[in-house]
């Protein structure tokens, strides 16, 4: 059964420390989303890559997070240095560029106290 | 810029019943997907049912179907025979294409569904 693996599931930090999710994405597609969920702002977008380049990142505080994939099987998000207010639950996504359906993975809760 | 509206933020409904969760959409696309993501509270995201906006046809799977109102820009939700597991927040999405191809989902706030036995 296919699915979209995000790590770790649960994160609790302190405020400064740095912060690295990942993802992997299901085989095969071409498409990763990561996208961020908190009760105030709803779901967000965060970056967006297509064939492993970024398409769009607007909606991603660049001084401190920064998203790459390094290959087609692995997609990271990375907070450095990482502070309250980004404490949200961290979802990435993956599909395929010709079709509309994109499949999520569980979710990272962050935690920064 | 698109944007997504759920004017419902809650609703509640009979188990067996039939509930409508309203959404409405504002872009000048002609060509783009919409769809409706539940999320219980396990918080996983899980596709409900998809509507490419080239297609008049309404989307159905199983329980859940669509109206979809190209010219009123509005996609409603009809959840038939409720039962306790569609209790759950639901999204409604937008996703625009780009280049022809999948682009980025926009989603509205959420409606929160609670299923009453």
């Known amino acids: 059964d296919a699915r979209v693996t995000q790590t770790p599931r649960h994160k609790v930090t302190e405020m400064g420390q740095e912060v690295t999710m990942r993802c992997q994405p299901i085989?095969?597609?071409?498409?990763v989303f990561w996208y961020r969920q908190t009760m105030m702002q709803g779901l967000e977008l965060l970056a967006y890559?297509?064939?492993?380049?970024?398409?769009?990142d607007s909606g991603m505080p660049k001084d401190r997070f920064s998203a790459e994939m390094p290959d087609a099987t692995l997609a990271t998000l990375k907070i450095q240095p990482s502070e309250p207010r980004d404490s949200a639950v961290y979802f990435c996504?993956?599909?395929?560029?010709?079709?509309?359906?994109?499949?999520f993975g569980e979710g990272s809760r962050l935690t920064v106290l | 810029a698109q944007t997504v509206t759920q004017s419902q933020p809650e609703m509640s409904v009979q188990e067996a019943e039939t509930v409508t969760l309203s959404c409405t959409y504002d872009t000048s696309e002609n060509n783009y997907y919409l769809f409706w993501y539940k999320q219980p509270p396990s918080r996983q995201m899980i596709l409900v049912i998809r509507q490419e906006a080239y297609k008049q046809q309404n989307a159905t799977e199983n329980r859940f179907s669509v109206n979809f109102q190209k010219a009123a820009k509005s996609f409603s939700l009809k959840i038939s025979d409720s039962q306790l597991g569609d209790t759950a927040m639901y999204f409604c999405?937008?996703?625009?294409?780009?280049?022809?191809?999948?682009?980025?989902?926009?989603f509205g706030k959420g409606t929160k569904l609670s299923v009453k036995p």
């Open positions: 890559f297509r064939n492993r380049a970024p398409l769009d």
């Open positions: 999405a937008f996703m625009k294409l780009f280049g022809g191809s999948q682009g980025n989902l926009i």
């Open positions: 996504a993956s599909g395929n560029s010709n079709t509309g359906e994109l499949f």
């Open positions: 085989l095969g597609h071409n498409t």
